[in-house]
């Protein structure tokens, strides 16, 4: 099934610092949505940015798209304690089965006060 | 205040006792999904539903089954557990049921159930 993989698996940072996560997918793509998932609770809707768009930003969040490398990258900026999550992709593709989104493993990212 | 709603938010229960997750979303969706989460294998669909009376499989539908009688509720019915149906389970729903939409998935708090 066409899913978006996350990079790093997990990642650990200090309060105030830039948290970054990359996402690849494999299929040409409609758009690509990114989620968030905090310990044990249903993930929620962040953003997402459509296959014509390059940059696309969000409060402290900034999303790209590369197309051509299939791929995107979610930068948190100034990140807090409260970013302490899960983060996942998901790529939606533009063609064939309508189950919609699918999803990897996510990035685990820890920001340490 | 729109939301998805799962229950219970636990379960545990023993091998081949039949069980059901309900799920119901308050705003008017007309897509569906179900979806398990296991540790280092991310989310699984195990199925989704277009509209009332319209479901498919994802990708790990064995042993369960699913029904949409209602545009509201999609609940997920394990007519027999077995122990690796150990999960956390997540419904969720969005507005449009077209693979081409930005609709973004709303997701229900889960549902932690253990068969043992």
């Known amino acids: 099934s066409q899913q978006g993989e996350e990079d790093p698996q997990a990642l650990s940072i200090q309060e105030g610092e830039n948290a970054t996560m990359n996402c690849s997918y494999k299929t040409s793509i409609n758009n690509l949505q990114w989620y968030r998932q905090n310990s044990g609770r249903g993930l929620v809707h962040l953003i997402l940015i459509r296959s014509n768009e390059r940059e696309k930003h969000s409060g402290r969040l900034r999303v790209t798209l590369d197309t051509s490398k299939k791929s995107s990258s979610l930068l948190i900026t100034a990140s807090r304690a409260a970013d302490t999550a899960s983060y996942f992709c998901?790529?939606?593709?533009?063609?064939?089965?309508?189950?919609?989104?699918?999803f990897g493993s996510g990035t685990q990212l820890t920001v340490l006060p | 205040e729109a939301q998805v709603t799962q229950n219970p938010r636990y379960l545990i229960t023993v091998t081949g006792k039949k069980l059901t997750v309900t799920c119901s979303q308050n705003m008017n969706h007309e897509y569906m999904s179900w979806y398990r989460q296991d540790p280092g294998l991310g989310l699984r669909q195990i199925y989704y539903?277009?509209?009332?009376?319209?479901?498919d499989k994802g990708d790990v539908p064995e042993g369960y089954k699913v029904s949409r009688k209602e545009k509201r509720n999609f609940p997920l019915i394990l007519e027999s557990p077995s122990p690796n149906q150990t999960s956390l389970y997540f419904c969720?729903?969005?507005?449009?049921?077209?693979?081409?939409?930005?609709?973004?998935?709303?997701f229900g708090n889960g549902t932690r159930l253990t068969v043992t």
């Open positions: 539903s277009m509209n009332v009376e319209v479901t």
């Open positions: 969720a729903s969005s507005l449009s049921p077209f693979p081409t939409s930005d609709s973004p998935l709303h």
């Open positions: 998901a790529p939606r593709i533009s063609s064939g089965s309508a189950r919609q989104l699918t």
